[in-house]
């Protein structure tokens, strides 16, 4: 087994009434060299929160975690992917942005990540 980290990216259209939708996950494993960032965005669902959101922005700023991701492309692409990782998951003041990271176990990061997108962020998972 592997130990791994991952995070939720959020975004949370107004701050002051504290609702989020989960947008996204994180998943970072050094053992197995692994680092990836997978969303999507229920805008509907964001819509009924804040109708006034800037969709587009918040696709923009979704698609830059991907890309910071990306092995060989993105702005982060000579960084360490645990430095990756870490400036990913620092706190921001941003409409999308990640909450806490948790650590977990796997022999395979990419599973870990479909099944948290699945539960987490689609709401596909059985229970």
């Known amino acids: ?19 989020l939708i989960n947008a996204g996950v994180i998943v970072y494993c050094q053992d197995r060299d692994y680092l990836c960032a997978r969303v999507a965005l229920d805008e509907p669902r ?20 991907e890309l910071a991701c990306a092995p060989e492309t993105g702005p982060l692409k000579g960084e360490a992917l645990g430095g990756r990782f870490r400036w990913l998951t620092a706190p921001r003041s941003t409409i999308v942005r990640t909450g806490p990271v948790h650590p977990g176990l796997t022999e ?3 599973a870990a ?6 539960r987490l962020v689609l709401r596909t998972a059985q229970k």
């Open 46 to 65: 964001l819509l009924a929160l804040a109708p006034d959101t800037d969709l587009d922005a918040v696709r923009h700023a979704l698609t830059a975690y």
């Open 1 to 19: 087994m592997n130990v791994y980290e991952y995070a939720l990216i959020r975004v949370v259209p107004d701050v002051e009434r504290g609702e």
């Open 113 to 118: 990540l479909d099944r948290l997108m699945a």
């Open 108 to 110: 395979d990061p990419g």
